[in-house]
């Protein structure tokens, strides 16, 4: 499957929705996306990975790239994710430790209002 | 011994072609369903690396792979110019699914340290350009690799480099110890 991506804004922060493949060929998309949300002033992201299929580690890298970016900004990105295997290359890498990983977009708007 | 053999050109959209030929001749060959997951990640992230230094060094040339079903018999020879693959040493590459991906750019020698290491190749305070382009360390692919492979050996040469990454064949899921039926 190819990678569909689609954001909107929940309580002050913007939502990237992500489904289908984050790879080599695909990655570059949501890298735009990220720029693009960044760019337009959105430092807080949340990206619901529930529906991402297959991620690799150029997925990662645009991640953690989001993730610079916003943090220039005092900002930052949080990310849904509960399968096991797209989990499991966020462990192999030691991305758990980078990033916040959360069970839904709720929980992961309210962690960040309460630091 | 069967082989499926693959070549593909040095462009991002065949790594997912790469992914789903590996998946389907692993699954074929009786890999547990628990590790084709591993399988099509590893595979990826092989063509991944292989087509980005294709793309900087010699992006006309092509890719290849060998999905190798081993029955400890007879090895590829690989791509023209190339050794041939070791032999298997006490029937150790028998009962074994392996994937060799083959590529053709210059190697450098892949950094050492693909320990358990928290935020391994990352540093999200660096802003050179080269982390501002890609976010990671292009050798974090590798460490992907060898995290999840049963046995991989990455072989650097002036001429490319020889990525091979092995899973045991076997009906028995590893993580359940069930038999897997169908």
């Known amino acids: ?115 | 011994m069967a082989l499926v053999q693959l070549t593909i050109s040095a462009l991002p959209a065949h790594v997912r072609t790469a992914r789903l030929m590996a998946t389907a001749v692993a699954r074929r060959a009786g890999i547990a369903e628990s590790a084709l997951d591993e399988i099509r990640l590893a595979v990826g992230e092989a063509c991944s690396r292989a087509v980005e230094a294709h793309r900087v060094h010699c992006p006309s040339r092509p890719i290849q792979l060998d999905l190798i079903d081993s029955a400890g018999s007879r090895a590829p020879e690989g791509p023209p110019g190339r050794r041939p693959r070791p032999a298997s040493q006490n029937g150790r590459n028998a009962q074994r699914f392996e994937v060799v991906v083959f590529d053709r750019a210059p190697a450098k020698e892949p950094a050492e340290a693909f320990d358990d290491q928290p935020g391994l190749g990352v540093d999200v305070e660096d802003d050179s350009p080269a982390t501002e382009i890609a976010g990671l360390s292009p050798d974090v692919g590798l460490a992907v690799i060898v995290g999840l492979a049963d046995e991989v050996s990455i072989e650097p040469h002036e001429d490319g480099t020889v990525v091979r990454m092995s899973w045991p064949l076997g009906k028995t899921d590893p993580e359940t110890g069930s038999q897997l039926v169908g």
């Open chain 1, 1 to 115: 499957m190819d990678l569909k991506l689609d954001h909107h804004t929940q309580d002050d922060t913007e939502i990237v929705v992500v489904e289908g493949e984050i790879d080599v060929y695909t990655a570059p998309r949501l890298r735009e996306l990220l720029i693009d949300l960044v760019n337009k002033g959105n430092f807080h992201l949340v990206v619901n990975m529930e529906k991402v299929e297959f991620l690799d580690s150029t997925g990662l890298g645009v991640l953690v790239g989001g993730l610079k970016r916003v943090r220039a900004h005092d900002g930052t990105l949080d990310l849904v994710c509960t399968q096991e295997r797209i989990l499991k290359i966020f462990r192999i890498t030691g991305l758990t430790k980078v990033f916040g990983i959360y069970d839904s977009v709720q929980e992961a708007i309210d962690k960040r209002k309460s630091k």
